[in-house]
């Protein structure tokens, strides 16, 4: 069965620190692109950041200008999880975030909602003192 598992969300002050995780099972992790979205309350969901395919492309990580520099996405392939370290966070940080699967081939930014085919239930990040 395909499954993508968010975990890792919770309740943070400001400046502080989170680490997503995302559990990939049920297909080749590596043929995917795996990417971070997400979405607050009456606004869209938006891209964060992505990983390209170790197969179909070169591994490049991407990243939305407004967590470039404070967010850092790693894959552990032995593992079958994708992660976001977020730091530095920020009240306008605050959504539920989203890991997705798609089958895009070569590495290029930004990439698509309708480019992911696999998505996880989301987990809540919530940055507020």
């Known amino acids: 069965q395909v499954q993508l598992v968010e975990s890792g969300g919770g309740l943070v002050q400001p400046g502080g620190s989170l680490r997503l995780s995302c559990a990939v099972t049920?297909?080749?992790?590596?043929?995917?692109?795996i990417g971070w979205f997400r979405q607050a309350p009456g606004k869209e969901r938006e891209g964060v950041s992505c990983?390209?395919?170790?197969?179909?492309?070169?591994?490049?990580?991407y990243y939305s200008d407004s967590v470039k520099g404070r967010f850092t996405i790693s894959r552990d392939s032995a593992k079958n999880t994708v992660y976001l370290q977020m730091n530095s966070l920020k009240p306008e940080d605050t959504a539920v975030y989203y890991c997705?699967?798609?089958?895009?081939?070569?590495?290029?930014?930004?990439?698509?909602?309708?480019?992911?085919?696999?998505w996880g239930q989301g987990t809540q990040v919530t940055v507020s003192s």
């Open positions: 049920g297909f080749s992790f590596d043929y995917y692109a």
């Open positions: 997705a699967a798609g089958p895009i081939i070569g590495s290029r930014w930004p990439t698509g909602l309708n480019e992911y085919d696999t």
């Open positions: 990983i390209s395919s170790i197969s179909n492309g070169d591994g490049s990580t």
